[in-house]
């Protein structure tokens, strides 16, 4: 009889016992994430990076190029033209960018 209720309470504090310390274990995990200054900053950076490889598959910039030519065979008075252009690439281009650039982020989500 003793060492049936010796058993019981055994295994029940056991159970008891590894549910509590799973709990604990994540909150102090979490505590640790959120205070943790070096793995903030860690973040931030991860992050930083991230984006900073995404960028790499934009469009590039517009250009805009204003031309004055005071001489020539135009009408009488101050000729100007100006210039706007758009550079792009095929859409095969940016898709293959683009599985890179997941490429490099899984690669610094391992580091």
């Given at each position: 009889?003793?060492?049936?209720?010796?058993?019981?309470?055994?295994?029940?504090?056991?159970?008891?016992?590894?549910?509590?310390?799973?709990?604990?274990?994540?909150?102090?995990?979490?505590?640790?994430?959120?205070?943790?200054?070096?793995?903030?900053?860690?973040?931030?950076?991860?992050?930083?990076?991230?984006?900073?490889?995404?960028?790499?598959?934009?469009?590039?910039?517009?250009?805009?190029?204003?031309?004055?030519?005071?001489?020539?065979?135009?009408?009488?008075?101050?000729?100007?033209?100006?210039?706007?252009?758009?550079?792009?690439e095929f859409p095969s281009g940016y898709a293959a960018r683009?599985?890179?650039?997941?490429?490099?982020?899984?690669?610094?989500?391992?580091?």
């Amino acid at each position: 009889m003793n060492k049936n209720i010796l058993t019981l309470l055994t295994l029940s504090h056991l159970c008891l016992g590894s549910v509590a310390q799973s709990n604990d274990i994540d909150k102090v995990l979490a505590a640790i994430r959120l205070n943790n200054i070096e793995l903030r900053t860690l973040q931030s950076f991860t992050k930083s990076q991230g984006l900073n490889i995404k960028t790499s598959n934009n469009l590039a910039d517009p250009q805009v190029v204003a031309y004055y030519l005071p001489l020539g065979t135009h009408l009488p008075g101050d000729y100007s033209e100006y210039q706007i252009s758009q550079a792009f690439e095929f859409p095969s281009g940016y898709a293959a960018r683009s599985r890179l650039i997941n490429q490099q982020q899984e690669q610094l989500h391992i580091q």
